[in-house]
């Protein structure tokens, strides 16, 4: 259980970077259980980015905020707090049950990536300015670390008082997560464009050439690295044997972990710019062809094919029993996990830009310079009326 003086120091963050003032009104009860929080990229360090929650359709809206820019990857959430980093550099609080502001800020110049959230400190990495990682202490409610690295591209990660992020020139960095001092550089082929992924003692990430790279995560040695066919945007995916990622060429591959030898690769009908999603023994797959792909994680077999209205450049989030996947064709959709099939959708005034999340009770999608919004299930809402 974390306490409320963590996000009431965030609030506090934001509105001491405001231009002006900000009234916030926070309640004194404990967070909610830290399992369901969503504190980083994809929910954990192999960004498998799943829910083991049924939001059940049909969804009715709960509550809608203004976001005006495009949020990072996907909103964080933790205890009553949703936070959503956006690529302007502005960092929205916003309280779970209403919807209500609690504080905003400006963060930074630019970011194009989520920030991490690890053991009550903040980490993201800038694209523009000379401090380009930071580091925040939510309880001391100071940037406690302003690091000058080039151009940081992805989501830094943290794990073991260690923090892992790539650059826009090329070189790969572990940081102290306490003072930010560099621990080891690697010199990559390309700019690195797709965050980290983490297992064990091993860190995985992709360049723009489409190197995907091995290294050790206390030294930074290279235990491996492949050439794939087409440039790699995304992030990887993994699982306990496998790496799994995509490649603007339309091809999917599944690279063994030890070795980096390709498992099984998979033509698409478009290019994937997104990262897959992974629960239980399938992945889900979006890409430029207005496609959602199932696919059994062993072997690389289709289950299912979905054909939505637009690009499909975001992580589809699944659940227990459902597909939850966003469109550029302005669309949310609800599909049965197991076939495919339509189940639901919710049309949107303009394209959502994240990935959707499940947080408690709630589906939170953002729609590009519009608003973040909160869906809930017919019955809950309902029953929030009722007690209204």
């Known amino acids: 259980m974390l ?35 969503w504190l980083m990229l994809g929910r954990n360090l192999q960004h498998q980015h799943y829910s083991d929650k049924n939001i059940n359709p049909p969804l009715e809206v709960v509550w809608q905020k203004s976001v005006r820019s495009v949020v990072t990857d996907h909103p964080l959430a933790l205890g ?18 209403t919807g209500g502001g609690v504080g905003v800020g400006k963060i930074g110049p630019a970011l194009l990536h989520t920030p991490s959230i690890y053991k009550r400190r903040m980490y993201l990495g800038l694209i523009l300015g000379e ?19 080039p151009a940081v591209n992805t989501s830094p990660i943290a794990f073991d008082n260690r923090v892992f992020f790539g650059t826009g020139a090329g070189r790969f960095y572990c940081v102290n997560a306490g003072a930010g001092s ?3 550089e690697y010199k990559s082929e390309a700019p690195i464009l797709g965050s980290p992924a983490l297992l064990e003692e091993r860190v995985f990430f992709a360049d723009e050439k489409g190197w995907v790279y091995c290294l050790e995560s206390s030294s930074g ?3 491996w690295k492949r050439r794939l066919n087409g ?9 306990d044997s496998t790496l ?34 992974l629960y239980e023994n399938m992945l889900y797959i979006g890409n430029n062809a207005h496609q959602v792909l199932a696919v059994q994680k062993d072997a690389g077999k289709i289950l299912w094919k979905f054909e939505t209205g637009g690009i499909v450049n975001t992580t589809p989030l699944p659940s227990p029993d459902y597909l939850y996947v966003v469109s550029w064709d302005k669309h949310l959709y609800v599909l049965n996990r197991f076939t495919g099939k339509e189940l639901f959708n919710y049309k949107f005034k303009r394209p959502p830009k994240s990935s959707p999340i499940i947080y408690r009770d709630l589906v939170l999608v953002h729609t590009a310079n519009h608003k973040l919004f909160a869906l809930g299930s017919k019955q809950f809402v309902q029953s929030r009326r009722e007690k209204k």
């Open 244 to 277: 799994y990622i995509g490649t603007t060429n339309g091809l999917f591959y599944a690279l063994h972990i030890r070795s980096g030898k390709v498992k099984w690769e998979m033509e698409q009908d478009g290019a994937i710019y997104g990262s897959p999603s």
């Open 221 to 223: 040695a290279e235990l």
């Open 131 to 149: 401090k380009t990682f930071l580091g925040i202490d939510l309880q001391a409610k100071e940037k406690t670390i302003k690091g000058r690295y």
């Open 80 to 97: 009553d707090f949703i936070l959503a980093p956006t690529r302007s550099g502005i960092f929205y609080a916003i309280d779970y049950e």
């Open 182 to 184: 560099q621990i080891w």
């Open 3 to 37: 306490p409320a003086l963590f996000m009431a120091a965030l609030a506090n963050l934001l509105l001491l970077n405001c231009s002006a003032a900000i009234k916030l009104d926070l309640p004194s009860e404990a967070f909610g259980n830290e399992q369901e929080a």
């Open 231 to 239: 440039s790699t945007f995304s992030h990887p995916v993994l699982d």
